[in-house]
């Protein structure tokens, strides 16, 4: 039997692979779990600098399982057990949404219902133009979950994360690009390259520095501005005793090459692999 998640090292980038394909990956319960382990593992190996998610087959995440979704209803006794089997998602979902490393989307057809969440939690996202999404949950008669409600209006703002709510619409690749959901377009050969090589440039960036940002930035909209200077102020005093700013400082001043470059992207690492 296929493992339903694909996880390989690609350098310092861990490769999430959703590895469903005749299901459009959706998530059923072995994928679910199998998420919700590797994700504290990207947290804890100090070798990971950068996150890839992508999916198997031509398509990112058809979101839930339907097969379980009827499965779920005929079992349920008691509609707080429903709600405790959505708030168990919470835990892995939020670790990826804070985790103090850069995610990467990398989206092929469909990224529906809690595909689409799951790509919203991404910091970054790229697209082929096959890409499709749409927050799919109204035609079931269900609320956005995995952290959608949180995420997509600070993706694109509120008024538009209501109209795509309410009207459970599918979006293309341009107007999502359009609308900040997706921030690149590429062709489809070339997506898991692209994503590749954007991933590879964290290899030597300030992974504490960015770590803490991230987390500041993710709760920025309910932080009110004084409260987020003292963060800044707080944040700046660790970042200023790390070795990382020790040695930019000291190659700066001696006309050294930095310690991270943008421009300077590393050449594609080798592969290595395993599967969950």
Same mark, same amino acid.
């Given at each position: ?22 299901? /459009?990956?959706?998530? #059923? ?11 504290? =593992? ?6 990971? /600098? ?14 839930? #399982? ?9 079992? $349920? ?7 405790? =089997? ?10 990826? !949404? ?75 690749? $341009?107007?999502? $690009? ?6 690149? !377009? ?5 997506? /898991? ?18 770590? !803490?940002?991230? $987390? ?9 501005? /004084? ?50």
């Amino acid at each position: 039997m296929n493992s339903p998640l694909i996880v390989e090292m690609v350098g310092s980038t861990a490769v999430l692979t959703l590895n469903r394909p005749q299901q /459009r990956n959706a998530l #059923d319960l072995s994928l679910r779990e199998a998420l919700a382990d590797a994700v504290p =593992r990207l947290r804890d190996d100090r070798n990971v /600098r950068a996150v890839v998610i992508t999916g198997a087959g031509g398509h990112f995440c058809a979101g839930a #399982d339907v097969k379980l979704l009827a499965d779920a209803q005929a079992s $349920q006794r008691d509609v707080f057990e429903g709600r405790e =089997r959505v708030r168990r998602f919470r835990l892995w979902v939020d670790e990826l !949404i804070d985790l103090e490393k850069p995610v990467i989307a990398a989206i092929e057809g469909h990224a529906v219902g809690a595909g689409l969440s799951l790509a919203l939690a991404a910091d970054i996202v790229l697209a082929a133009p096959s890409a499709r999404f749409c927050a799919v949950f109204a035609r079931i008669g269900y609320v956005p979950d995995m952290g959608a409600m949180y995420l997509l209006p600070r993706a694109i703002g509120l008024a538009r994360a209501k109209e795509l709510v309410f009207s459970a619409r599918m979006v293309d690749a $341009q107007e999502a $690009q359009r609308i900040g959901l997706v921030q690149a !377009i590429h062709p489809a050969h070339g997506l /898991r390259e692209a994503a590749l090589a954007l991933a590879a440039r964290f290899e030597h960036a300030p992974l504490g520095a960015l770590g !803490i940002a991230k $987390q500041m930035m993710n709760r920025a909209f309910e932080t009110d501005r /004084r409260m987020v200077f003292e963060y800044e102020a707080l944040a700046q005093s660790l970042c200023r005793e790390s070795d990382f700013h020790r040695e930019a400082v000291a190659r700066f001043t001696t006309k050294q090459a930095p310690l991270f470059d943008w421009g300077r992207g590393p050449s594609m690492p080798p592969v290595s692999g395993e599967t969950t």
